[in-house]
C-alpha cells in the first residue's frame, strides 16, 4: 500500500460523530458550547473579507500572540505559538520532541489522540493509571527509556478531574522532559496553569477557542511556553497553519472577556444541574471541571444507554477504557438540552 508500516498498522483516530442534519439531534458527544460565540467575531470576520482574502496570513498570527500574552499574563508575544485548533498544537509539539522509537508518556484514562499522535511519529508511548483520587502516582515523572515528552489534560478527559498546580510543578521538575498541560477545558475549572510556563521551560500549556469560546468550527488553538522552546517549534508547524478568518477571529474572541465569563458561569450552572439531575437516577458521576461529566450506572450498560438516546435524536458519547471502565461523557448543553436529556433518562432507567 506504500504507506509507512506504522501508518498501515494503526487504526487512526476516531472524532465523535458528526451526524448529517445535525440540526435535528441534540448533540452532546464532542463537548461543543450550546451558546453563539461572541458577537465580535463576525465583525473581524466581516472586516478581513473586506480587505480580500488575496495575500497569505501573517504566518505567526502576532495579532493574536500580543493580545493573549497580555490577557494571559505571559511577558510577551514570544512565549506563544498559534495552531490549526489545539490538535495543531499538540502535533507540533509530538514532531518536535519525540523522534521515531522513542517514548511518550500519558495518563490512563486520558484523550485519545495523544496514542494517535505517538503512533504517526513511529513512537512508542505509555499510559500511566490516575490513582484513585485522580492524581498522579509517581512512576508518571519518573524517567525511562527515551522519554521525550508527557501530556497532562488537566482537566482531563473523560474524568472531567484535576492535578493541583504543586503536583505539576513537582512533575515538571522531576521529569526528564517537557510536560505539555492540555488545558482544552480549564475555562470551565477552578484554576489554570497557564502562568508556570514562567516558572519552568518544561512546563507547556495548550489551549483551545473550540469549547470555551464556541469556536469549534474555525479551528484555533495555542501554545504557552518559554520563547526558547516557541522559537523551535515554530520551525516544526506548517508556514500558514492559522488563516486570516481564524487569526482575526480567535483575537476578537479572546478579547471579549466579559462573554466568556458569562459563558463560563451559564455552562457551570448546567453541569451542577446535570450531575444532580443524573445523581437522582442513580448514576454516578464523577465531578468535573469542564463542560462534560463522565457517568456510569450501575445497573444499566453504558452502550445500550447510548444507543436507546441515538435513536430519539439525542447524542453523547458512549466510551470504553479496557482495565478501567466504559461509560457515557456527556457534554454540557443548554437548560434545554439538558432538562430533554434527563427528561428521557428518567423513563429509560
Ligand atoms: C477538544 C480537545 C482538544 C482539541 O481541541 P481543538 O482545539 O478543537 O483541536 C485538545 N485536547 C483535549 C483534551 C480535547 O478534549
Given at each position: 500500500m ?27 458527544n ?13 465583525r ?28 494571559f ?22 514532531r ?7 517514548l511518550?508518556?500519558l ?11 505517538a503512533?504517526?511519529?513511529?513512537a512508542?508511548w ?15 515523572a ?10 497532562l ?14 503536583a ?5 521538575e ?20 497557564i ?10 500549556v ?22 526558547q ?106 437548560d ?14
Open positions: 506504500f504507506v509507512r508500516p506504522e501508518i498501515a498498522a494503526m487504526i487512526g483516530y476516531t472524532p465523535g460523530e458528526q451526524p448529517i442534519g445535525a440540526s435535528k439531534f441534540i448533540k452532546l464532542t463537548n461543543e458550547n450550546p451558546y453563539p460565540p461572541s458577537p465580535g467575531i463576525r473581524a470576520i466581516e472586516e478581513v473579507l473586506q480587505r480580500g482574502l488575496q495575500k497569505y496570513p501573517d504566518p505567526l498570527a502576532n495579532a493574536f500572540r500580543t493580545r493573549a500574552a497580555e490577557l499574563g505571559l511577558p510577551s508575544k514570544e512565549w506563544i505559538l498559534c495552531g490549526n485548533g489545539s490538535d495543531d498544537v499538540l502535533t507540533i509539539c509530538t518536535a520532541f519525540v523522534g521515531p522509537g522513542e511518550l508518556r495518563p490512563y484514562p486520558s484523550y485519545i489522540l495523544y496514542r494517535t499522535l503512533q504517526l511519529q513511529g512508542r505509555e499510559e500511566i493509571r490516575f490513582q484513585d483520587d485522580w492524581s498522579l502516582p509517581p512512576a508518571f519518573a524517567a525511562g527509556p527515551g522519554l521525550k515528552l508527557a501530556f489534560p488537566n482537566p482531563n478527559s473523560p474524568t472531567g478531574t484535576m492535578v493541583s498546580r504543586s505539576v510543578l513537582d512533575l515538571a522531576r521529569l526528564p522532559c517537557p510536560l505539555l498541560v492540555d488545558e482544552a477545558y480549564v475555562d470551565f475549572a477552578e484554576f489554570s496553569c502562568d508556570l510556563v514562567r516558572q519552568n521551560e518544561k512546563i507547556l495548550s489551549r483551545s477557542l473550540s469549547k470555551s469560546y464556541g469556536l469549534a468550527g474555525l479551528r484555533f488553538g495555542f501554545l504557552a511556553a518559554q520563547p522552546i516557541i522559537e523551535q517549534l515554530i520551525k516544526v508547524k506548517d508556514s500558514y497553519n492559522c488563516d486570516a478568518l481564524s487569526i482575526a477571529a480567535a483575537t476578537a474572541a479572546i478579547d471579549d472577556t466579559a462573554w466568556l465569563a458569562e459563558n463560563r458561569r451559564k455552562i457551570i450552572a448546567t453541569r451542577s444541574r446535570l450531575e444532580g439531575g443524573l445523581r437522582q437516577l442513580a448514576f454516578d458521576v464523577i465531578p468535573s471541571q469542564a463542560n462534560f461529566v463522565w457517568a456510569t450506572h450501575p445497573h444499566r450498560p453504558a452502550k445500550a444507554l447510548y444507543e436507546e438516546l441515538k435513536v430519539v435524536h439525542v447524542l453523547v458519547r458512549y466510551m470504553n477504557y479496557p482495565g478501567w471502565s466504559d461509560g457515557l461523557r456527556i457534554s454540557v448543553g443548554s434545554e438540552q439538558n432538562e430533554a436529556l434527563l427528561g428521557l433518562l428518567r423513563k429509560s432507567v
